[in-house]
Structure formats: structure tokens, C-alpha cells
């Protein structure tokens, strides 16, 4: 089965600098989704930035960015600029790209909690 | 208007009340998810369902079950609730596109907070 492994479960980053949240993952897949996924204090689960591990470039979402690294299954978010509104929870997680008779679920890692220092 | 609701967005009840949490989307997708998230355990698959007639268990559905009553609404039961079901429910939709390079990414309603005491 796929792991996700966030081992940073609290980071803290001073406002406009910028702060890199660390993401590991185990499969036997070659082709897969990554996501990272923020969570306010409103709960809501929002979707920050997505991944194809066949596609080479990484992806970039305004002052979001990630560093693919498909050989060394990980998968890290890059928040540049940082703002006080990006204060949250962020769950890195994985999906298979084709699951036959599976569920595409999404596996979830713990969560990685974001502080943002005035 | 949310495109995925959820209700109620608390509840609070007592051990062995039956209670169901209902999702509703309006995005039109055939695939409909529950959740649980645990503090520092992450979301975890309940149950999921590809259409009305096609349900599946996911990683943690003993205790519960689960009804899908049409394409846009999902709801989750609890039989007879326990308090380590104290948690926040998430339900989430998703469209399934097969081709390459089809996120058919998951939308999450805004979750329910469940206490059992």
C-alpha cells in the first residue's frame, strides 16, 4: 500500500520569507497524482498545487511552488512571500494515476502545521 | 452556493445514538467519498461510491455504513455511535476522467465536527 510521510509536524515562517514543507511518499507506481492540500482554521480542505509524476517540470501556483523529485519519491512545497493568510494545515497526498477495480482515493500524510510570525 | 455541503456541520451525541451526516454536491460527479480526520492522523477513507449502485469499503468503515441515494447525495450512518468516533467527517466528490493526465481531483465539502460522549 502507498505511504505518505510528512516528517516536519510543525513549522513556523516569518512573514514574506519563504518556507519549504517536506514531503516523502512509497510506491511501486509508476505513474501517480500528488497533491498538496491546505486546511484553515475554517477546516475546509483546500487545494493548493497538483503533480503528474510523468510530467518533468515542476509545478507552480502563484507563490506556490513544489520540487519534484520522482527518483527519490518526494515531493516538498514551496511557499514564497509568505503571508499571514497562509497559516494552516497542509496535507501532502498521493493518488494512483490508474487503481484497475481501486478507489483513486487520495492517501493522506499527518499534516504538516504552518505558523506565520508577524 | 458550496458546490459540496454537509450536514450538520457539528452535532454532538451519546454512546449508542444512531446518527447520519449527510453530503450533497452539485457538481454533477459520479464518485463520492467519506473521510475521517484524527488529529495528527491525517483523512482517512471511510467508504467510497462510483455510483448508486456501486459501493466500497475504504480503509476504516467498521462501524460504519454508508447509503447512496442518488448521484448527488452520499450519507454516512453510525449505528451506535462510539466516543473514539469523536472526529471531523469529510465528504468529497471527484469525476473520472480515464485518459492520462486527468487529475479528476477531489473536492471536499466543508466537514462535519462529531462529538460522542
Known amino acids: 500500500a502507498q505511504t505518505v510521510t510528512q516528517s516536519q509536524p510543525e513549522m513556523s515562517v516569518q512573514e514574506a520569507e519563504t518556507v519549504t514543507l517536506s514531503c516523502t511518499y512509497d510506491?511501486?507506481?509508476?505513474?501517480?497524482?500528488l497533491f498538496w492540500y491546505k486546511q484553515p482554521p475554517s477546516r475546509q480542505m483546500i487545494l493548493v498545487i497538483r503533480?503528474?509524476?510523468?510530467?518533468?517540470q515542476n509545478a507552480t501556483e502563484n507563490r506556490f511552488s513544489v520540487n519534484f523529485q520522482k527518483a527519490a519519491k518526494s515531493f516538498s512545497l514551496k511557499i514564497s512571500d509568505s503571508q499571514l493568510g497562509d497559516a494552516a494545515m497542509y496535507f501532502c497526498?498521493?493518488?494512483?494515476?490508474?487503481?484497475?477495480?481501486?478507489?483513486?482515493?487520495?492517501?493522506f500524510g499527518k499534516g504538516t502545521k504552518l505558523s506565520v510570525i508577524p | 452556493d458550496a458546490d459540496v455541503t454537509q450536514t450538520p456541520r457539528n452535532r454532538i451525541t451519546k454512546t449508542g445514538k444512531r446518527i447520519m451526516l449527510e453530503c450533497s454536491q452539485t457538481?454533477?460527479?459520479?464518485?463520492m467519498y467519506w473521510y475521517r480526520q484524527d488529529p495528527g492522523l491525517g483523512l482517512r477513507l471511510i467508504y467510497y461510491?462510483?455510483?448508486?449502485?456501486?459501493?466500497n469499503k475504504g480503509e476504516i468503515s467498521d462501524g460504519y455504513s454508508v447509503s447512496r441515494q442518488a448521484q448527488a447525495k452520499f450519507s454516512l450512518s453510525l449505528e451506535s455511535a462510539i466516543p473514539n468516533q469523536t472526529a471531523l467527517y469529510f465528504c468529497?466528490?471527484?469525476?473520472?476522467?480515464?485518459?492520462?493526465?486527468?487529475?479528476?481531483?477531489?473536492?471536499f465539502g466543508p466537514g462535519t465536527r462529531l462529538t460522542v460522549l
Open positions: 468529497a466528490t471527484s469525476d473520472w476522467i480515464p485518459a492520462g493526465g486527468n487529475y479528476n481531483e477531489q473536492f
Open positions: 510506491t511501486s507506481e509508476s505513474d501517480y497524482y
Open positions: 503533480q503528474e509524476a510523468y510530467k518533468q
Open positions: 497526498a498521493y493518488r494512483d494515476a490508474y487503481s484497475g477495480a481501486g478507489s483513486y482515493q487520495l492517501t
Open positions: 457538481k454533477g460527479h459520479d464518485r
Open positions: 461510491s462510483f455510483d448508486v449502485k456501486d459501493i
